[in-house]
């Protein structure tokens, strides 16, 4: 597998974005309280990411293969044809960032810190989908969440996990109970040619 590890990408955001982006409204003590916790983020944090494309080698009436795996959601079969290039991805804030995030003990501070890791999940997201097209020629991305809209069967979640053969490693992103990508706020998905 041919994989493309993002280690740290990028992301800046002034105080008036923070505003903006965590609907805060201009108000003072929120911001008084994000500021801190935002500097802090800035020092400590190292978002990841990791990405690579991969096929639909076979579709059906009742399921779809990417790489040879078997996902029977009707989202991603409606969305993909037989042979189409897909891009699995998965996206985390990192360990330095969740291990702070565990060490805050006050409501606003979790709220804070929750909502910053939120965004910088997003930003990566976008991150990812711009390398993508870049990569792929596409002019604009479909992103597949699993879930999203539909039920989607927790082992579905593992066989999508599977497919990064253990490379998750490098962004130190692994799978917990009911397999949920830890840490926490981390997201996995599949990349498609928007039509």
Do not use: C
């Not at 639909?56 to 779809?64: G, L, N, S, Y």
């Not at 960032?97 to 060490?103: E, G, Q, V």
Request: charged letters at 25%; glycine letters at 8%.
């Amino acid at each position: 597998m041919d994989d493309k590890v993002l280690k740290k990408y990028p992301f800046s955001y002034d105080m008036e974005t923070l505003d903006n982006e965590l609907h805060l409204r201009g108000n003072e003590a929120m911001l008084d309280i994000l500021e801190p916790i935002y500097e802090m983020v800035q020092k400590i944090a190292i978002p990841k990411a990791i990405y690579f494309e991969a096929q639909i080698t076979e579709k059906t009436d009742a399921w779809v293969k990417v790489n040879g795996v078997v996902f029977e959601s009707e989202l991603l079969r409606g969305y993909v044809n037989q042979g189409d290039p897909v891009f699995p991805y998965i996206v985390t804030v990192g360990t330095e960032l969740d291990d702070y995030a565990k060490t805050l003990k006050d409501s606003m501070d979790l709220f804070m810190i929750d909502e910053v890791m939120n965004l910088l999940v997003n930003t990566g997201k976008v991150f990812v989908a711009d390398a993508v097209k870049e990569v792929s020629g596409w002019q604009s991305v479909k992103d597949y969440v699993p879930g999203n809209g539909e039920e989607w069967s927790t082992v579905e979640q593992k066989r999508l996990f599977d497919l990064f053969a253990g490379e998750t490693a490098k962004i130190g992103v692994t799978l917990g109970d009911n397999y949920f990508v830890l840490p926490g706020r981390s997201t996995i998905g599949i990349l498609l040619q928007k039509r």
